[in-house]
């Protein structure tokens, strides 16, 4: 499915510049993704998937924005933020997490496109739209997350049980979608949320 209809906003074709010039993939993901699919009002948050150093490609795009703006780098996440006009754009590079019951604070290792979806809430903020000239437009939805808008449904990209004790915020999340969406959860998400 080609997406280039979420594209429209030039910023968009200011971070495909600049990833194609560091020669690394980037993809729009997350809620962006799922209010255009939605029709619903896209907002002024965007988030960048890099699959390589995140906080480099949001310096080189504003390098490539005519007023320069200003990177905000928060090591300890391994993000960077930066704003065009109303717009704030977040960048991270594509991660793989592990937990352990011992602590709330996540293993991060660099991953793939796949393992950044894998540790994402829902499969319907696990969408991405590829943001390189290659791929531009092109939605990957490794998890279903398109069938899962249609159907009006909250799955998550893995085990409710590990996506929810990986952060227990998810269920309050969940229950969000529920009531702001009108979605129905999984029924092994309502088990996970009940036994949590």
């Not at 029709?39 to 005519?66: E, F, H, S, Y």
Request: glycine share 6%; charged share 25%; aromatic share 8%.
């Amino acid at each position: 499915m080609n997406l280039q209809s979420a594209l429209k906003n030039p910023i968009f074709k200011i971070i495909s510049a600049s990833a194609d010039e560091l020669g690394m993939d980037s993809y729009v993901v997350g809620g962006f993704v799922r209010d255009h699919m939605l029709q619903r009002n896209t907002g002024q948050d965007i988030d960048i998937v890099a699959v390589g150093d995140g906080v480099a490609l949001a310096k080189k795009v504003a390098d490539n924005l005519p007023n320069k703006p200003k990177v905000s780098v928060f090591k300890n996440y391994g993000t960077a933020m930066l704003r065009y006009e109303d717009i704030e754009l977040e960048f991270v590079g594509a991660r793989k997490e592990s937990y352990t019951k011992e602590s709330r604070n996540p293993e991060v290792k660099i991953g793939t496109l796949e393992d950044d979806q894998k540790r994402r809430d829902f499969s319907i903020n696990a969408l991405a739209i590829g943001l390189n000239a290659s791929n531009y437009g092109t939605l990957l939805d490794p998890f279903n997350g398109t069938d899962d808008l249609k159907n009006k449904r909250i799955v998550t990209p893995l085990d409710p049980d590990i996506t929810f004790s990986d952060d227990p915020l998810r269920m309050m999340r969940a229950a969000r979608f529920m009531s702001q969406l009108n979605f129905i959860p999984e029924a092994t998400l309502i088990t996970a949320i009940k036994s949590m």
